[in-house]
């Protein structure tokens, strides 16, 4: 009787080692950058590492605490924020303006476009959307909002150097 306990334990011991190990999470032991050689066959070289997936947390933004995938290639520059004189003015997508939005302005990405936007100076980020068209001063890639300035800390400033990144793209107009 008590070999069959003794079995029995065994192969439930067994089985839910076996669920462990199926569900446990795959580890690569061939580091990205490295050449894969088989048997009679030249290197391979191994595909780029995929991009990098970053974690939002608060953000006070529409995509807080959610994970986001860059999608395009990111952007370095200096941000300027909207003075009051835009609040209500009419965008390049035909919407007014609102300073407490998440609205920036971008040369090219197409309108509806997410972004985010960190601050190079002090880490912060946050994301955004794309509704305008600018900023037309040199060596800027993007006018924020002052809800966004104010949330990456350069209200003060005026200008800070940036990281634009493309998370999610909106799709052209028929």
Request: charged share 20%; aromatic share 4%.
């Amino acid at each position: 009787m008590r070999s069959v306990a003794r079995r029995t334990a065994f192969c439930a011991t067994l089985g839910l080692l076996s669920l462990t190990v199926a569900c446990a999470p795959r580890v690569d032991l061939v580091p990205s950058t490295a050449s894969v050689v088989t048997p009679d066959a030249e290197p391979v070289e191994q595909a780029a590492p995929p991009p990098r997936i970053v974690q939002l947390v608060g953000t006070a933004s529409p995509m807080d605490g959610q994970w986001v995938r860059p999608l395009g290639e990111q952007q370095l520059g200096d941000a300027s924020y909207y003075g009051s004189e835009f609040n209500g003015r009419r965008m390049a997508n035909g919407r007014r303006f609102d300073p407490r939005s998440t609205s920036v302005a971008h040369r090219t990405l197409p309108f509806g476009t997410k972004v985010l936007v960190t601050n190079l100076g002090n880490g912060r980020s946050a994301t955004a959307t794309v509704e305008d068209r600018g900023p037309f001063v040199r060596g800027r890639i993007i006018d924020l909002s002052p809800r966004l300035a104010e949330h990456l800390g350069m209200l003060m400033q005026g200008v800070a150097p940036v990281e634009v990144t493309p998370v999610e793209l909106a799709e052209a107009p028929n």
